[in-house]
C-alpha cells in the first residue's frame, strides 16, 4: 500500500512541475511579445459599451412599451362619446351620460338606481363598447380568413 501512495506522490509532482514550468514559460512569451498598451479613448467605449447596451435594453424592454400604453389610454380617455359603458380604476362600471371637455370630467350612470357619478376622464381605466367593437371586428376578419373561397364556374 505504501507503493501505491509512493507512485501516486510522485506522479503528482511531476505533473505539478510540468505544470509549473509550462506556466513560467507562457509567461516569458507573453513578455516577450508584450503588445502596446491600448489608447484610452479604446478603454473609455470598451468601458461604456456595456451600460450603453443596457441603457437601450432597458428602453425597449420596459419604458417604451409603458409610453405606448399611457399614449393609448390617453387617446381613449379623450375619445369617450355619450352611451360608452365603461370601466374606472375604483372599479365602478357605468354609462357615460355626458363629456365635459373644458373640465375634463365625465357623469356616469350607475346601477338600475340610476345613480349619477362626477368623474375625471384620468380615472376611467377601460372604454368596455370600444373593447367589445374591436374584438368582434377581430373575430369577423379571422372569420372572413378561415372560411373557404367559393368560386363560381
Known amino acids: 500500500m505504501n507503493k501505491k501512495l509512493v507512485k501516486t506522490l510522485a506522479a503528482l509532482t511531476s505533473v505539478s512541475a510540468m505544470t509549473a514550468m509550462c506556466t513560467v514559460t507562457a509567461f516569458a512569451e507573453e513578455a516577450a511579445a508584450a503588445p502596446e498598451q491600448p489608447s484610452t479613448?479604446?478603454?473609455l467605449i470598451s468601458t461604456l459599451a456595456l451600460p450603453m447596451i443596457?441603457?437601450?435594453a432597458l428602453y425597449f424592454i420596459m419604458i417604451r412599451p409603458q409610453r405606448k400604453a399611457e399614449k393609448e389610454t390617453r387617446e381613449m380617455q379623450n375619445s369617450l362619446q355619450i352611451g360608452d359603458e365603461v370601466i374606472t380604476i375604483g372599479g365602478i362600471v357605468g354609462i357615460v351620460?355626458?363629456?365635459e371637455e373644458n373640465t375634463k370630467t365625465?357623469?356616469?350612470e350607475t346601477g338600475s338606481d340610476r345613480l349619477k357619478i362626477r368623474m375625471m376622464q384620468d380615472a376611467i381605466k377601460e372604454n368596455v363598447t370600444a373593447r367589445e367593437a374591436k374584438e368582434a371586428e377581430k373575430a369577423e376578419k379571422l372569420k372572413a380568413r378561415?372560411?373557404?373561397?367559393?368560386?363560381?364556374?
Open 146 to 153: 378561415t372560411q373557404p373561397k367559393i368560386t363560381k364556374e
Open 106 to 108: 365625465v357623469v356616469l
Open 97 to 99: 351620460l355626458r363629456v
Open 41 to 43: 479613448a479604446s478603454m
Open 54 to 56: 443596457l441603457l437601450f
